[in-house]
């Protein structure tokens, strides 16, 4: 789960915060196989992110400015899309449906049904 002070944080600088967080996965970020060739601790550093992502998209509306093409901000869609897709290959679960919500939770759907 989330805490507040952590959605705070982000709430309060999210380009800096996804910076410090998803900077050392670049590659996987840029790449599915990079994504699926991660440890699993690794993928659940992005997996959190991008439902901390989600979660401030949700209630404060903070997202990518795609308006702004300096905006180093992922899409929270976009991201979630992205550690799906890559957990979808490291199970071999290409049928997976997205349920929507919380992402940590449908990522432990996917990893624990293969």
Do not use: C, Q
């Amino acid at each position: 789960m989330i805490d507040t002070k952590e959605l705070a944080l982000a709430r309060e600088h999210p380009r800096g915060t996804e910076r410090r967080r998803l900077l050392p996965y670049r590659a996987a970020l840029n790449d599915l196989a990079a994504y699926a060739a991660l440890p699993e601790a690794a993928r659940d550093v992005i997996v959190r992110w991008a439902e901390t992502r989600r979660l401030i998209k949700e209630a404060h509306h903070i997202d990518r400015d795609a308006a702004n093409l300096a905006d180093p901000l992922l899409s929270a869609d976009e991201l979630r899309a992205h550690v799906l897709a890559g957990e979808r290959l490291v199970t071999r679960r290409p049928e997976f449906i997205d349920p929507g919500g919380d992402l940590i939770v449908a990522v432990a759907v996917l990893r624990g049904a293969h």
